[in-house]
């Protein structure tokens, strides 16, 4: 499986997520302490928010801990809002069109988990995507297929009616086929402004997530942490296993629920597959 990570707030450089904590994503990638997999190396790939009308991406098949551009981008980087993600593949080809975020004009999506049987239903379930999306399709993974399914169930007007749709056409389809329990998900998903997190599985024993502590009762908790005190109470992390063991800093996210990390107060949904 894989670990990824989600942060919106005050711009920040790259590597104090990626690099620089304790368990920082890179670390992460060599020894990951809560994922199905302890070596996440079939890839990584970061997505940015700058002053452009699209995300940046910078997207490698090379192991996350082994690619020197990577630590030179993190380090001279900064944004508000970013994705990052570190693969480990659960079938599909390793290549730079299989490494996550996806793009689709404002939006990116990443995902930790997986359709199984997904070669025996991959024809059904990209035949329902929109004949204007399809040709959008770079890559051969199940995780991008489920990013064109929910954008063809309106993602972009709605998300999270759009991904219960897609989530419930998967299971629907793939129990129709006999595969049993089908899907496996955490995911990331934003249009800039917001980002959704969504925590399901079909055996309701899904991959870990958590979220961080609002900054102002972080703040209050750790006053002798002095970098603290440059971030916005706005700034929110969401991420597959906590950077560190700072106290208070980190709460899971519940099973079969959405997390909506936006501007002002920030919302956790349960989640429920529509057919």
């Known amino acids: 499986m894989c670990r990824w990570l989600a942060y919106s707030g005050s711009p920040i450089r790259l590597e104090e997520l990626l690099l620089k904590r304790d368990r920082s994503l890179i670390d992460q990638s060599l020894n990951s302490r809560l994922g199905a997999t302890t070596t996440n190396g079939d890839g990584f790939g970061v997505g940015w928010y700058d002053d452009a009308d699209t995300p940046r991406l910078y997207r490698s098949v090379h192991p996350a801990w082994n690619d020197r551009n990577l630590r030179e981008l993190a380090a001279g980087i900064s944004s508000r809002l970013f994705l990052a993600h570190i693969r480990a593949s659960t079938g599909s080809a ?98 800039g402004i917001r980002i959704w997190a969504f925590r399901y599985s079909s055996e309701g024993a899904s991959r870990s997530l958590f979220f961080s502590t609002r900054l102002d009762a972080l703040k ?56």
């Open 220 to 275: 209050a908790l750790h006053p002798e942490i002095a970098e603290l005190t440059g971030l916005s109470d706005e700034t929110r992390v969401v991420l597959s296993e906590p950077l560190g063991d700072l106290e208070g800093a980190w709460n899971e996210v519940p099973e079969s629920h959405v997390g909506i990390i936006q501007p002002g107060d920030d919302e956790l949904r349960r989640f429920r597959p529509v057919l």
């Open 94 to 191: 390793i290549q730079e069109t299989n490494a996550h975020p996806f793009r689709h004009g404002r939006w990116l999506w990443m995902h930790n988990g997986l359709i199984r049987e997904f070669p025996r239903l991959k024809r059904t379930l990209l035949l329902a995507v929109d004949d204007s999306l399809f040709p959008s399709i770079e890559g051969t993974t199940d995780s991008e297929a489920m990013f064109y399914l929910a954008l063809t169930f309106g993602l972009e007007s709605d998300p999270i009616p759009a991904v219960e749709r897609m989530v419930g056409f998967v299971e629907k389809t793939a129990r129709g086929d006999g595969v049993e329990l089908p899907l496996q998900m955490t995911i990331a998903t934003t249009d």
